[in-house]
């Protein structure tokens, strides 16, 4: 997907709920291949969100927000190994409407203090 469609996309989710279809299962078990997801564009993502972006290769991907960085959002996919390459502002279309309780964002939270940690002691 071209930056222009992400642009369209955002603008969208801006105006109201974009309908945006998942395919993976990335985010297993809170969202399933084929699932159909509503897609809101917001002003801040907290840890816990769950943002759709485009990625370094053009694909959309849906996954959980854990911190922020310089150069962007950091995020990871539920059922990932790894974290993302920060996303750029520019690339996040919007956080899919779906209940994030306080537990998810503390795990999230934390999550993202152990890749600080990590990077730190290198």
């Not at 969208?12 to 309908?19: C, I, K, N, Q």
């Not at 939270?109 to 990077?119: K, S």
Request: proline fraction near 5%.
């Amino acid at each position: 997907m071209d930056r222009r469609a992400v642009t369209v996309l955002r603008e969208l989710a801006r105006e109201g709920p974009s309908t945006v279809v998942v395919r993976g299962d990335c985010m297993a078990p809170l969202l399933r291949s084929g699932q159909e997801v509503q897609v809101r564009a917001r002003r801040v993502y907290l840890p816990g969100d769950v943002i759709v972006f485009r990625t370094r290769n053009g694909e959309l991907a849906a996954h959980r927000v854990l911190g922020w960085r310089p150069a962007g959002v950091v995020t990871k996919g539920d059922h990932c190994h790894e974290h993302d390459a920060p996303v750029g502002r520019a690339e996040i279309v919007g956080a899919i409407d779906v209940p994030v309780t306080l537990s998810q964002r503390l795990h999230a939270a934390v999550a993202f203090l152990r890749i600080l940690l990590r990077r730190l002691t290198r």
